[in-house]
């Protein structure tokens, strides 16, 4: 077992500022400098900062909305917490939905091309979510089910404030992290291919919900919905649902297009 002895806030004096708020910020920030990178061929700017920012706002709102849905008997007996998001509590499923939803109300209006914005955006998301992760390794956050080496990563949390268990569990939130990584890479290396418009991003997208679907039976102490499933799970399913028709109309798209051979 691996002992994680972290402690999962900062001390500067009798402020505590904690990991995971850090690298929430991290994520968004390096979230956001990939795809304006990838952009700036086609979209000027003043475009591409204004999607940005938009998909932040919406994507925090979002990411904090979805987390009081899922929590919503403790929130409805502690209303005024629901606005105290630095004290924790955001889910990636909101905050790269309504991010999305974000980017592309702006997108629209400006007349940007979509399918080439999202393309973009998909790695960015993905190494958005990876350098998330690594602030919910160090406090400990999502319990999972125990672990016997060498069938994973098993780890114990031994900090006196750790949020983790003692172990040995699970690590789901690393496997979550290399998961994105390799959506990350996925993502980069599509591009220039003469894909669809369109195509990496929901590519990428049912990349994420394979993976949160599966990783998904292994953690616990969450509230189950539909089937027993967890509610990063529940979405995860109807993300699926609604890329796999989209990846084949995309494909299909594409063939139609090619002159035929004679």
Same mark, same amino acid.
């Given at each position: 077992?691996?002992?994680?002895?972290?402690?999962?806030?900062?001390?500067?004096?009798?402020?505590?500022?904690?990991? %995971?708020?850090?690298?929430?910020?991290?994520?968004?920030?390096?979230? !956001?400098?990939?795809?304006?990178?990838?952009?700036?061929?086609?979209?000027?700017?003043?475009?591409?900062?204004?999607?940005?920012?938009?998909?932040?706002?919406?994507?925090?709102?979002?990411?904090?909305?979805?987390?009081?849905?899922?929590?919503?008997?403790?929130?409805?007996?502690?209303?005024?917490?629901?606005?105290?998001?630095?004290?924790?509590?955001?889910?990636?499923?909101?905050?790269?939905?309504?991010?999305?939803?974000?980017?592309?109300?702006?997108?629209?209006?400006?007349?940007?091309?979509?399918?080439?914005?999202?393309?973009?955006?998909?790695?960015?998301?993905?190494?958005?979510?990876?350098?998330?992760?690594?602030?919910?390794?160090?406090?400990?956050?999502?319990?999972?089910?125990?672990?016997?080496?060498?069938?994973?990563?098993?780890?114990?949390?031994?900090?006196?404030?750790?949020?983790?268990?003692?172990?040995?569990? %699970?690590? !789901?939130?690393?496997?979550?992290?290399?998961?994105?990584?390799?959506?990350?890479?996925?993502?980069?290396?599509?591009?220039?291919?003469?894909?669809?418009?369109?195509?990496?991003?929901?590519?990428?997208?049912?990349?994420?919900?394979?993976?949160?679907?599966?990783?998904?039976?292994?953690?616990?102490?969450?509230?189950?919905? !539909?089937?027993?499933?967890?509610?990063?799970?529940?979405?995860?399913?109807?993300?699926?649902?609604?890329?796999?028709?989209?990846?084949?109309?995309?494909?299909?798209?594409?063939?139609?297009?090619?002159?035929?051979?004679?």
């Amino acid at each position: 077992m691996i002992s994680i002895p972290f402690d999962p806030n900062i001390h500067i004096g009798p402020l505590a500022i904690a990991w %995971h708020g850090i690298f929430t910020a991290v994520g968004i920030l390096f979230g !956001v400098w990939l795809p304006l990178r990838l952009i700036r061929p086609r979209i000027s700017e003043d475009d591409a900062t204004a999607v940005a920012t938009w998909g932040v706002v919406f994507g925090i709102i979002g990411a904090r909305l979805v987390h009081v849905i899922d929590q919503w008997q403790y929130y409805l007996a502690n209303p005024l917490q629901i606005l105290l998001i630095w004290t924790g509590g955001i889910a990636i499923w909101g905050g790269a939905i309504f991010g999305t939803l974000g980017g592309l109300f702006v997108g629209i209006r400006r007349g940007l091309p979509i399918g080439f914005g999202a393309d973009a955006a998909a790695p960015g998301i993905a190494l958005g979510f990876a350098l998330g992760r690594i602030g919910d390794i160090i406090n400990g956050e999502h319990w999972a089910i125990p672990c016997e080496p060498p069938l994973g990563l098993c780890v114990g949390f031994t900090h006196p404030d750790t949020l983790g268990q003692p172990g040995p569990v %699970h690590l !789901v939130v690393a496997y979550d992290m290399v998961w994105n990584l390799i959506g990350v890479a996925g993502s980069l290396a599509l591009r220039g291919r003469g894909l669809p418009a369109g195509l990496i991003f929901w590519l990428a997208a049912a990349w994420y919900a394979a993976g949160r679907s599966l990783l998904g039976f292994l953690r616990i102490n969450d509230p189950t919905y !539909v089937f027993g499933l967890r509610e990063d799970q529940v979405i995860a399913v109807l993300v699926l649902a609604a890329a796999i028709p989209m990846i084949i109309r995309l494909t299909m798209f594409r063939r139609v297009q090619e002159p035929v051979a004679t």
